[in-house]
């Protein structure tokens, strides 16, 4: 049975919509992944919390939990605390150690649930008065509470070192310190200016590829010490470039959403893992593609992921920052929360052309796994915002 609904056009003027049939997707993993692949996970609200959304986060730590749960049955792996989970952008760093926490115990419960945990400096307000000592500080307390949980470490970029530094030199430095401390491997994570603009010129740069320079030298000098880098740059040919310089056993993962298919598939010189925010919204896609490469079938591989891509450049588009909005939609319209509301309010980031749009291109990916329900839920969005 065809579902149909009405939905505005690009103008805003209401036309009727014929869904297509979802894919057949899987509800468990697979052990066959010939790639380290990284969903990172959104935080769940609670929308009946009695506090103020834009200054005070409240957390439904089981439905938060339970999509968690729900990564590592398809068998990958869950990036905790990160920029998906408003990390910086709603959720403290208190709220942080919370998550951190309830996640861990969590996988323990499970064998073999692969998770890492962000760690940064995003306590520490950045300010004329802050200090290289006190960016360290704040990294060795992140880290400590991470290692001391029994986590492994994604080793976050820092706004305060963006502000604080005076060049390549500064960055050197607190990484030489806080990577000469860490108990195991880390994922280094180096976030453009696009997801957070408070970023701009990382490294000591504003050019990439001067960037991209430190970066590696710090990589080089540490490498015992660094499982990977993630980079987010929204650039194929600058993460390609940087990939074919790391040196050997370090991994990329990559956090390109715009063109993941190809850098996880690769090239004759090497391939990237994955540290990926649209994982959260297509996970399921993600593991059976995943497991697809597992049994050296690219085509297929390339088939279930293709059509998604236009669906995360829709949830991507700038202003970036805001691409949590859509990564939630999803989880509303596929079931896995009951509500379309977010840590600090941010559901109403994008537009309602923006998440109608974004309906019809999720649809068109094969993601909606419950066409009647999506449309349901769709319709009751249009209606709060003026269009019943």
């Known amino acids: 049975m065809t579902t149909t609904l009405t939905l505005p056009d690009r103008t805003g003027k209401p036309e009727s919509y014929k869904m297509g049939a979802p894919l057949a997707l899987p509800v ?67 709220e942080a150690r919370e998550l951190i926490s309830r996640a861990l115990a969590a996988a323990r419960s499970r064998d073999n649930a692969l998770i890492a ?17 006190h960016i360290l500080r704040a990294y060795e307390e992140q880290v400590g509470f991470v290692e001391g949980e029994g986590g492994r470490v994604i080793l976050m970029a820092s706004r305060a070192l963006a502000q604080a530094a005076t060049g390549p030199d500064d960055y050197v430095a607190i990484y030489d310190r806080v990577l000469s401390q860490v108990r195991e491997p880390v994922i280094i994570h180096w976030l453009g200016e696009m997801f957070d603009p408070a970023l701009e010129g990382y490294w000591g740069a504003a050019d990439h590829d001067e960037a991209m320079n430190t970066c590696l030298d710090v990589l080089a000098a ?31 993962y990559t956090g390109d959403d715009f063109n993941y298919p190809d850098l996880i598939a690769g090239d004759e010189q090497g391939h990237s893992d994955a540290l990926l925010g649209i994982f959260d919204a297509i996970a399921p896609a993600a593991s059976a593609a995943l497991a697809a490469l597992g049994n050296d079938d690219t085509q297929r591989f390339h088939d279930i992921l293709a059509p ?23 989880a509303y319209l596929n079931g896995l929360q009951d509500h379309f509301t977010m840590v600090g309010g941010q559901e109403g980031a994008r537009s309602t052309l923006h998440l109608a749009e974004l309906f019809r291109l999720a649809d068109k990916a094969g993601i909606l796994l419950d066409p009647e329900r999506a449309a349901q839920r769709m319709q009751r969005v249009l209606a709060v915002r003026g269009l019943a």
């Open 28 to 94: 468990s993993g697979t052990k066959n992944f010939n790639r380290i692949a990284y969903a990172a996970a959104h935080v769940v609200s609670d929308p009946l919390a009695d506090n103020d959304p834009f200054l005070t986060p409240a957390i439904d730590w089981d439905r938060t939990i339970s999509f968690r749960e729900h990564l590592w049955d398809l068998g990958l792996g869950v990036a905790e605390a990160m920029d998906t989970a408003q990390r910086g952008m709603g959720l403290g760093w208190a």
């Open 222 to 252: 540490h490498a015992a010490k660094i499982d990977g880098i993630k980079i987010s740059l929204l650039s194929k040919d600058k993460e390609i470039a940087m990939r074919r310089r790391l040196p050997q056993g370090i991994r990329m």
């Open 117 to 133: 945990c962000g760690a940064g400096t995003d306590h520490l307000q950045p300010g004329p008065d802050v200090t290289l000592d």
């Open 308 to 330: 998604t891509v236009a669906l995360s450049r829709h949830i991507f588009a700038a202003p970036t920052r805001f691409y949590k909005t859509g990564v939630v939609f999803i």
